[in-house]
């Protein structure tokens, strides 16, 4: 029925196009050590993977211990590892992905070393008494418990809404301001939980901002700090606690960097971590150069299928051997000859149709 909503001429000129490419695309049956085979030597490959609903389903891994195995197998037998993930080019979206990996236990595979910040959990502490502190501690403090107990870097707290800020029953709500004003209003609504004890810090430090507030103030909680006060004095804590230089850079935000590439395209990236929105072919593109790669082989695994013709189309114009994977999304985890020749039905009408409508697209 599929193969019916594509006429019999635009099939041939799909065909007729893609004839001879190195660039191929597959249906990939679950799970996802299911690749292994179609890689004949990792060592001289790059396995290009998109996060959810393909690494991920429902808080958990996609394919459970299957799945870590075969990526742990790839890792330790010389693979080039990478996610990209189509979310928008954000330095806390990468932040999340870090923080959601480690949750999963698949830091190591992908270039995620945890930091154990208990030592400046510990540090902070040890200055005394909320109610003893001074100002500059108690905002300090605040800062430190806001940034390792969120998606969030210390300079966000800049912009931390007043009048969006307080103590809820799930702990401390807070709204932040966009940090281009452009691009949207307010943040949605999240909350740090009341065992962390930001809470009580907040009670202390908003009494005495209160006290040196006008009515003509900008609907900022903090007014009088700026960037380079939080950062040198988040500088000088870290290296207080013996911080090594590399978590360090991952506290402050300075271990994201937002690439700009050609025709404004931005890509997000940790180590083996992208985040490119649609631009996953260029994602792997500037990976490569930046590493200064020569891979054999590229393999790209993604549950949606306009990523998988994007990716294929992308290759097909290069020298380059690749093996583009769908990986259909959950529902469509059959495995019988029959549904995987469905699949493959449907796999071959979106690619005509995707390719169909970029050619409209061109033409116009």
Request: net charge negative.
């Amino acid at each position: 029925g599929r193969m019916e909503e594509v006429s019999e001429e635009d099939r041939v000129l799909f065909v007729e196009r893609y004839r001879g490419s190195r660039s191929l695309c597959r249906i990939l049956k679950p799970p996802l050590l299911n690749i292994l085979p179609y890689i004949p030597d990792p060592s001289k490959t790059l396995v290009a993977l998109d996060f959810d609903y393909t690494i991920t389903f429902k808080g958990g891994i996609r394919g459970g211990e299957d799945t870590k195995m075969a990526l742990q197998q790839l890792k330790d037998e010389g693979a080039e590892l990478i996610i990209i993930t189509a979310q928008k080019t954000r330095i806390e979206v990468v932040k999340n992905l870090m923080n959601e990996l480690v949750e999963l236990g698949l830091q190591d595979i992908f270039g995620c070393p945890v930091w154990d910040n208990t030592s400046l959990l510990e540090y902070v502490g040890s200055w005394g008494e909320n109610d003893s502190l001074s100002f500059e501690q108690l905002w300090q403090k605040f800062v430190i418990l806001f940034s390792t107990h969120s998606p969030r870097y210390p300079i966000d707290v800049l912009r931390m809404g007043n009048s969006k800020v307080e103590i809820t029953e799930a702990g401390l709500a807070y709204c932040l301001k966009p940090d281009d004003p452009t691009k949207g209003d307010w943040s949605s609504r999240s909350f740090i939980p009341l065992d962390t004890g930001i809470c009580d810090v907040f009670e202390i430090l908003e009494s005495k901002l209160r006290n040196n507030r006008s009515e003509d103030d900008k609907d900022l909680f903090f007014l009088n700090l700026s960037e380079q006060d939080i950062t040198n004095a988040m500088l000088h804590i870290l290296d207080s606690c013996g911080t090594d230089a590399y978590f360090v850079e991952q506290f402050m935000g300075e271990a994201v960097k937002i690439h700009k590439i050609e025709d404004g395209v931005e890509i997000a990236r940790y180590n083996q971590l992208l985040v490119s929105g649609y631009n996953k072919s260029e994602a792997i593109q500037m990976y490569i150069e930046q590493e200064q790669l020569s891979p054999e082989l590229i393999v790209f695994v993604d549950d949606s299928s306009s990523n998988c013709f994007n990716m294929f189309a992308h290759f097909a114009e290069v020298d380059q051997d690749v093996i583009t994977f769908w990986y259909p999304p959950i529902d469509g985890e059959k495995t019988n000859e029959a549904a995987l020749y469905e699949l493959y039905c449907d796999l071959f009408t979106r690619m005509c149709k995707i390719n169909l409508e970029k050619d409209t697209e061109i033409s116009q």
